[in-house]
């Protein structure tokens, strides 16, 4: 069985915007892969890539084996899409919205009659079929996008950005079905920029920034990939950071406190207040802290200009150089506009 995603090295470009640089990803048939990544990432245009809405400028990419442009048709029947942006017909009733784009798929009115009621059902909206989308409240736009992909029965689900300014309930609602779906065998691919959405439902994340793949790891994988911080508070104050061994990754001193940055705080702790008693110091306190996937997420997509402006903006001259990196990639996009 091929895999239900497969690209290799797809490029997309805007102008002199790469969007999408040599991006190569297998998503295997069954799999819930999260592709996480902040906004500008190319989440959405590597999807669009997928489902024909955009025009890969390089590489390949197949659905199910399908290749998006040679087999077109094969490979967007495959798929079950909830855009990001609501990009429905206003003026039908919802279920009728609904079996329009059945009847796309090749699905026989009576099938798509029933399919849309069954999907309606299945996410609470059954009870406003007849009512129109603009009279919708936003949730239930998000839930009927989320019909409107189930309609055609997809082997794929792709969910860009789905609980993306959603309540509460509807993000637990959505978090449940998904997995629910995901148990009876279809293949999920979801965008997000919640670090803890990624973790809580995905079996493996792609973590992208400006157009490229950073990492492909499971949720446990990228927690491992953190380290942990060991603060200890002395009785006095040390003049210098103390030279420890090399289980501390980095040792900083302000006023009272020292932090030590370890791979693993409570395996490490023993041996660090020991080395410090026998260097003379008193401890007063001492506490550790796991870096969150958050953290690590934050290290993995920081990008170079950010970098710079990090370093930068410590310099004297005291120029607002985050406004002005801004101002750049503006222009860069009006250029490619
Ligand atoms: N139609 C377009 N024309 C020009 N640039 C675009 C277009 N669509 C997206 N981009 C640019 O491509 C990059 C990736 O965008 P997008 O795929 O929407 O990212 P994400 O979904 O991860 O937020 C961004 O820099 C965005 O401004
Ligand atoms: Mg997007």
Redesign the pocket.
């Known amino acids: 069985m091929p895999p239900a995603i497969e690209t290799v090295d797809l490029v997309?470009e805007?102008?002199d915007?790469r969007?999408?640089q040599e991006l190569s990803l297998t998503v295997e048939e069954g799999e819930f892969f999260g592709?996480l990544?902040?906004?500008?990432?190319?989440?959405?245009?590597?999807?669009?890539t997928l489902v024909g809405l955009?025009r890969k400028t390089g590489g390949d990419a197949r659905v199910f084996g399908h290749d998006v442009e040679d087999d077109y048709r094969q490979a967007r029947d495959a798929i079950g899409l909830a855009p990001?942006e609501f990009n429905v017909d206003r003026f039908f009733p919802i279920k009728e919205v609904l079996m329009h784009k059945a009847g796309y798929h090749g699905i026989p009115e009576d099938e798509a009659a029933d399919r849309a009621d069954e999907v309606l059902k299945r996410v609470g909206i059954y009870d406003k079929r007849n009512e129109r989308f603009d009279w919708l409240s936003g949730g239930m736009k998000r839930r009927l996008l989320l019909a409107r992909a189930l309609v055609t029965d997809p082997d794929l689900l792709i969910l860009?950005?789905p609980t993306a300014g959603v309540d509460v309930q509807l993000r637990h609602d959505l978090w449940d079905l998904v997995t629910e779906l995901n148990e009876e065998g279809t293949t999920i691919l979801l965008?997000t920029?919640y670090i803890e959405e990624a973790e809580r439902l995905c079996d493996r994340v792609a973590i992208?920034n400006?157009?490229r793949k950073v990492t492909v790891a499971t949720p446990d994988e990228l927690k491992e990939r953190g380290s942990d911080t060991i603060a200890v508070r002395l009785e006095s104050e040390p003049s210098t950071a103390p030279d420890l061994g090399a289980y501390a990754h980095e040792t900083t001193v302000s006023g009272d406190r020292l932090e030590v940055r370890v791979d693993d705080g409570g395996a490490t702790a023993p041996r660090l207040l020991n080395d410090l008693e026998a260097r003379g110091f008193e401890i007063a306190d001492l506490e550790i802290t796991r870096t969150s996937l958050e953290e690590i997420f934050v290290d993995l997509t920081r990008s170079e200009d950010r970098t710079v402006t990090r370093s930068s903006a410590e310099s004297a001259d005291g120029s607002d150089d985050e406004s002005s990196a801004k101002r750049e990639?503006e222009r860069e996009?009006e250029g490619?506009?």
């Open positions: 997309k805007y102008g915007l969007a999408l592709l990544g902040p906004n500008g990432a190319g989440k959405t245009t590597f999807i669009n955009v990001q860009d950005e965008t920029h992208m400006e157009g990639r996009r490619v506009a």
